[in-house]
Every structure is written in C-alpha cells, then in structure tokens.
C-alpha cells in the first residue's frame, strides 16, 4: 500500500524549517509542497532555487512564480537582483540545499513512525524495493522512487510523507565521505541498513576501507534504533563494532540471526531458499535470479524484523516482488533469444555478480556478454577491468563484445592465454546493436551491463526489444 503525503505547510513554519528569513510578502498563507523544478511545479509549492556547478536555479524564479509557484526561496542578497514580481513571497536563506534538507528534517519529525535507511555499494535499490514489497502488504508506505537518494532527492521524497503514511523506505546513495551521514541527519531513520562495502565510487575515496567508513556515516549517526548488518561482509561488520544499537546480523556463509540455507535456482528468473530465523524455517521463493540477491532478501527481512514483521509476512512479500528496470530485467526477444538488461549500472563488485548469475541462468546455451566501460574508478580502472575480462575468461563465456574506451581492457583480458571467448569491441551503441541482431540464434542469452553514463540501454533498444 503506497500512498503520497497530503500535508500543507505554512509560511511561517517554511520560514523557521528551513532558518531563513522571510524578505518579502505575508507570512499568514502556506505551500501545498516546495519543488525544485518548474517543469513540473503543483500550483502553490514553494519553489527552491538550488545552485551547482553548471547550474543556477535562481535564473528560474520567475517562470516558477508565473506556473503557480506559491513563493520562493532563494539565497541571501538574491531577492533584490531578481526583481520578482510585487507581492510574492520570498524566504533567503543562507545555503537553498541546506534549507532544504532542514525543511525536509523538521518535517519528518511530524511523524512518529519506523523510517528505514538503506544504502551499500550494490543492492541497495533492489534492497529497498524488496524491504517495500515486504513491509507494503501490512503497512501504507513512503518510499524512494527512482534516483531520488542524494541531498535533492531525499528531502524531495520526505517531503511526501502525509497523515497516512505508517513506514517510510528510504534509499541513501553517495560518492563523496560525509553524503552518508547528512542524508541520516535529514531522514533521522530508526533503522539502518548497509547491504555491502564494494569499489562503487572507489575514484572519491583511497581505499575499499575508506567507502566502508563513508558507508558507516549511517550507523554512527543514527541516535538509535536498529542497525541491519551483513554478517557476510567484513568491512560492513566493521562499521557496527562498538555502537549501542541494537542490531540485526543476516548473512549466508556466516552465523547471523537470519541466515538463507538450501538455495535452489527454480527456473531462468526466480529462485528459492529456506530463511533460518529463531530457530524456525521458513521456504521463501525470491521471483529474481542470483545469489547476490539472497543477500539482498536477506537485508529486506532484517528491516522488516526490525519493525515486528516475521518470516511468515516476508515469505509473503518477497513472492509479489518485482525487480526494478534495468535490473537484471529479463526480455525475450523473439521466439528463443533471452536478454539481460542490466544497464542501470556498474561497478567491480555487480559486474561480477551479475556474470556469475549470467553463466548460472543460461546454463549450457550459448552466453553473450555486452559490456561497457565501469566509470569513477579513477586508478583502480584498469586494473578492474582486467579483473572483469579475466572472469569472462574464467567462466568460459562463449563471446563478448565491449563498448568504451576502458571496457578495451575486458576485451584484452578476455582474449589473452588461449582463451576459447569470442571477443568483439564495438565502437558505438548502433554497429554493436547491429552486429548482435546478425550473430544472435535459438537459444542464446544475452547481457548487457555498463554505467550509468555509457547509456547501455541504447544497445538493448537497438537490438529491437
């Protein structure tokens, strides 16, 4: 049960939330909601003038105020340079981002409700989808949609939080130390889930030790509740050493309180395994392909125990899961040819996991890996991916084809030493597309992986899906 929030706000709270000023208009109206993006404004939202790199917000004020906007918010001293129309409300504030993350803050205090963060390296979005699919058949929820997880799209998605809301879901990303713990600060979780430590990121930071402490910021800033721990995960373990929270260890190679025992792969998209709880079984049958994705079961039914929900309610929920897009979304193309679409993206740690689930799901028909470059792995990049083409290598796959100037060096890895692999590197999304509608036949699988930035899905498209 997801419902949207139905909350109306006043100017004078707008004003105190967010530690503004108000320069210009009455404080006695309020807002249907704030925004940042005059697209797609409701009709007497504030609107937030946020300011980055290559863009300026504030260019945007009065085409907000002509849309509807009921007011604006701006940074100090901009009001009068903006030349605004007479009688809008205008509230300054120091830095928007930051009173936006404040206004998003006091909000969320409105509410006494669980409010479960989830982040890692990889899994984080499945994770969240699945703890949703859970914990969504007992309770109406709020939670993460899209990429809305960063200093924008979290106070954005609290926002939404209404009178009829009981849990919200929260997904918290990063790529910079210090994101993690202010995205705790504004969400103020009462349970925090960290699926795993992993190279995503890894050009911000010196080391996987570095993103494990960055990833951390969420146990340690957390005031209390529940921590959610992969036992399986050292550096994860790591981070939930020495807190006074209470915690929740789930894992599958090492003792925790929930463990998964006796997984089976059911079919070419689902699979199955027994969840060890207090002592009791529970068969959960997870309608997703992978171990990895065990893992991430795993973790939706730590938050969802956090909050009294047994085994029984997360059996339940995982069955009506759905995988997000891009995902290890399966489309069959044709009458025979299977394709992957994993194109959302792409790091080390998921590369690999989606490989080995690759080989496992096509069993003995003919396997072909469509991969692109793994982007923000600064000098680590090489040296990932070559570790990527010696595992094509190792696990035999019959061909892959590359795309971008890093993922050359899978194609250099994988070719190397005899290796049985057909290798092909395309040089853009239409001649690779085109080269696989002329080599696919009966019974082949496909997968195609990359970053985010590489545009993968452009290939699927191409291919004619």
Aim: with cysteine; proline share 3%; aromatic share 4%.
């Amino acid at each position: 049960m997801i419902s949207t929030g139905t909350s109306r706000f006043p100017v004078a709270w707008m004003v105190r939330a967010s530690g503004g000023k108000l320069v210009r208009g009455s404080a006695g109206g309020d807002f249907t909601g704030l925004s940042n993006d005059t697209r797609t404004i409701p009709r007497g939202a504030l609107y937030v003038a946020l300011r980055g790199e290559r863009f300026d917000g504030h260019k945007f004020c009065r085409e907000a105020l002509t849309k509807g906007a009921g007011g604006v918010l701006v940074e100090r001293d901009r009001a009068r340079a903006l030349r605004l129309p007479g009688g809008a409300v205008v509230i300054e504030a120091a830095n928007t981002l930051r009173a936006l993350g404040r206004i998003a803050r006091e909000h969320r205090r409105r509410f006494d409700i669980p409010v479960i963060a989830i982040t890692g390296s990889n899994g984080k979005t499945t994770t969240k989808e699945m703890a949703a699919a859970v914990i969504g058949r007992r309770f109406r929820i709020l939670k993460t949609e899209g990429n809305l997880n960063n200093l924008i799209g979290l106070p954005l998605t609290l926002m939404g939080l209404g009178p009829a809301h009981e849990v919200a879901v929260l997904e918290l990303g990063m790529n910079h130390s210090g994101e993690i713990r202010d995205l705790t600060r504004i969400c103020e979780p009462t349970v925090g889930v960290i699926t795993n430590v992993g190279p995503a990121h890894i050009e911000n930071f010196r080391s996987l030790d570095g993103i494990g402490r960055a990833k951390g910021e969420l146990y340690r800033t957390m005031r209390g509740g529940t921590i959610v721990v992969n036992a399986d995960d050292p550096r994860a373990v790591e981070q939930a050493r020495g807190l006074r929270l209470k915690r929740i260890t789930f894992g599958i190679d090492r003792p925790a309180r929930l463990r998964a025992e006796r997984i089976r792969r059911k079919d070419t998209t689902s699979l199955s395994f027994t969840l060890v709880a207090g002592g009791k079984r529970t068969r959960i049958l997870l309608p997703a392909p992978g171990r990895y994705n065990v893992s991430n079961a795993l973790a939706a039914a730590g938050a969802a125990h956090a909050i009294g929900l047994g085994a029984p309610d997360v059996a339940r929920g995982l069955a009506g899961f759905e995988n997000s897009k891009w995902r290890m979304e399966i489309v069959k193309v044709g009458r025979n040819v299977i394709l992957i679409n994993d194109c959302y993206n792409a790091n080390p740690a998921s590369m690999e996991a989606a490989l080995r689930s690759f080989v496992e799901m096509k069993g003995d028909a003919r396997g072909i890996a469509v991969l692109g470059d793994m982007l923000e792995l600064g000098k680590k990049s090489e040296a990932a991916h070559r570790g990527v083409g010696k595992l094509v290598r190792d696990l035999g796959l019959e061909v892959l084809m590359t795309y971008g100037r890093q993922a050359r060096a899978i194609a250099e890895e994988a070719s190397g030493r005899g290796s049985p692999t057909e290798v092909h590197i395309g040089r853009s999304h239409g001649e690779i597309a085109s080269k696989l509608r002329g080599m696919v036949q009966g019974r082949d699988w496909v997968l195609v992986k990359g970053s985010r930035g590489m545009k993968m899905e452009k290939i699927v498209e191409g291919f004619g899906t």
